[in-house]
């Protein structure tokens, strides 16, 4: 009986009546230190593309000219947010949260380079990835459609019926040879390193 | 403006019954939505309620990129929402297929080809706070007067 008393007495505190109809919990905000999609800062792209290798979504940030000035632009619905793009700029062009602040206080950085691989039990040598890569064909113009070349600077070339990749290190990642290859017998993968402290 | 209507009007504004539906993700949007059912989020002090029964939903949640099962399936479940309705896609999945969409993979992205989508939270995932204020903008402006504007 007594405990009833008390319980009606309690709930009929004005501050407790007060608080009951009015509570909210805290507004929706987004706290500053949020990785949101990156956005430009005032310095200068060099359009050196780092941004565009690094970015494992598809189509989510291309470098354009507009205005005579080279700009990256995040495309939303794209982006999954990562800041790899953030880390990877050698400019600090792009800017989220807290990224540049601990990019600079780790000096990081980070190295890409690109490893060509070619499945020889379905490769059948016909060159097409070796005629169609932009980078052998500056090097060696006078390459054959058949894929064989004379220069042993080039990336890769068809040698005793057999594509063999010479020089990996030259590949820029574009991956022209993946989409000429009717076998899918080549593969690019990126390779990335991430480096702390100044380099030597 | 009928009584009727400004009534229902006020009670449909503050109360939003959401179905989520997960045409092939990875989970992580679905967490997020879990996210917001959370006492730091707490979506029902804004009368949002998830049921996750199509039958008595107002918005559907859509997260995933569309993967073959779904051909089927989703359409079916749309019409089974009553109207006024309304379907929400979550992520970057339902936009454009997010990291999925690659060559050699079974995803059809975007969703809006299956059924009609009136808004897209980009993000991958969205935060809470996304998905909560998308809600809240877009439902009273779709569920307003739709008694009077439906004829
Ligand atoms: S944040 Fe990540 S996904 Fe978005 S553009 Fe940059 S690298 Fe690409
Ligand atoms: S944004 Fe940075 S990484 Fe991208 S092209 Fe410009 S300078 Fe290079
Ligand atoms: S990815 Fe581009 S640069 Fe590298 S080997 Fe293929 S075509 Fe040549
Ligand atoms: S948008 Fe990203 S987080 Fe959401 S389901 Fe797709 S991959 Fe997962």
């Given at each position: 009986?007594?405990?009833?008393?008390?319980?009606?007495?309690?709930?009929?505190?004005?501050?407790?009546?007060?608080?009951?109809?009015?509570?909210?919990?805290?507004?929706?905000?987004?706290?500053?230190?949020?990785?949101?999609?990156?956005?430009?800062?005032?310095?200068?792209?060099?359009?050196?593309?780092?941004?565009?290798?690094?970015?494992?979504?598809?189509?989510?940030?291309?470098?354009?000219?507009?205005?005579?000035?080279?700009?990256?632009?995040?495309?939303?619905?794209?982006?999954?947010?990562?800041?790899?793009?953030?880390?990877?700029?050698?400019?600090?062009?792009?800017?989220?949260?807290?990224?540049?602040?601990?990019?600079?206080?780790?000096?990081?950085?980070?190295?890409?380079?690109?490893?060509?691989?070619?499945?020889?039990?379905?490769?059948?040598?016909?060159?097409?990835?070796?005629?169609?890569?932009?980078?052998?064909?500056?090097?060696?113009?006078?390459?054959?459609?058949?894929?064989?070349?004379?220069?042993?600077?080039?990336?890769?070339?068809?040698?005793?019926?057999?594509?063999?990749?010479?020089?990996?290190?030259?590949?820029?990642?574009?991956?022209?040879?993946?989409?000429?290859?009717?076998?899918?017998?080549?593969?690019?993968?990126?390779?990335?390193?991430?480096?702390?402290?100044?380099?030597? | 403006?009928?009584?009727?209507?400004?009534?229902?009007?006020?009670?449909?504004?503050?109360?939003?019954?959401?179905?989520?539906?997960?045409?092939?993700?990875?989970?992580?949007?679905?967490?997020?939505?879990?996210?917001?059912?959370?006492?730091?989020?707490?979506?029902?002090?804004?009368?949002?309620?998830?049921?996750?029964?199509?039958?008595?939903?107002?918005?559907?949640?859509?997260?995933?990129?569309?993967?073959?099962?779904?051909?089927?399936?989703?359409?079916?479940?749309?019409?089974?929402?009553?109207?006024?309705?309304?379907?929400?896609a979550?992520?970057?999945?339902?936009i454009?297929?997010?990291?999925?969409?690659?060559?050699?993979?079974?995803?059809?992205?975007?969703?809006?080809?299956?059924?009609?989508i009136?808004a897209e939270i980009p993000?991958?995932?969205?935060?809470?706070?996304?998905?909560?204020?998308?809600?809240?903008?877009?439902?009273?402006?779709?569920?307003?007067?739709?008694?009077?504007?439906?004829?």
């Open positions: 009986m007594f405990s009833i008393i008390y319980y009606i007495r309690e709930f009929l505190r004005p501050q407790w009546i007060t608080t009951f109809f009015t509570a909210k919990t805290a507004p929706l905000v987004t706290p500053p230190y949020f990785r949101d999609f990156p956005e430009l800062t005032d310095k200068e792209c060099t359009h050196c593309l780092a941004c565009m290798m690094i970015c494992p979504a598809p189509d989510a940030i291309t470098v354009v000219k507009r205005e005579e000035i080279w700009r990256p632009e995040i495309t939303k619905g794209h982006c999954i947010r990562c800041g790899l793009c953030i880390e990877a700029c050698p400019e600090d062009v792009l800017t989220s949260g807290r990224i540049l602040a601990y990019k600079k206080e780790e000096e990081l950085t980070l190295k890409g380079t690109f490893h060509i691989e070619i499945d020889q039990s379905k490769c059948m040598g016909c060159g097409n990835c070796t005629v169609a890569c932009p980078v052998n064909r500056e090097i060696d113009p006078s390459l054959r459609s058949s894929g064989t070349s004379s220069s042993g600077e080039v990336i890769m070339r068809v040698d005793t019926g057999q594509n063999k990749v010479l020089h990996e290190e030259k590949c820029t990642g574009c991956k022209t040879c993946e989409e000429s290859c009717s076998n899918q017998a080549i593969r690019v993968a990126r390779v990335v390193e991430a480096l702390q402290g100044v380099e030597e | 403006m009928s009584l009727l209507q400004s009534l229902k009007n006020a009670v449909r504004s503050r109360s939003i019954h959401v179905a989520y539906v997960n045409v092939g993700s990875c989970n992580g949007c679905d967490i997020e939505i879990l996210a917001c059912l959370s006492p730091r989020y707490d979506i029902e002090q804004y009368g949002i309620y998830v049921h996750n029964n199509p039958r008595e939903a107002d918005v559907l949640l859509i997260t995933g990129a569309f993967s073959p099962q779904w051909e089927d399936k989703l359409k079916p479940l749309w019409d089974k929402i009553p109207h006024p309705k309304v379907a929400v979550i992520g970057n999945c339902p454009s297929g997010c990291v999925f969409n690659r060559p050699e993979t079974l995803v059809d992205p975007p969703v809006s080809k299956h059924i009609p009136a993000g991958c995932p969205p935060r809470p706070t996304e998905i909560i204020s998308t809600i809240l903008s877009l439902a009273p402006i779709i569920f307003k007067d739709y008694e009077e504007t439906k004829k």
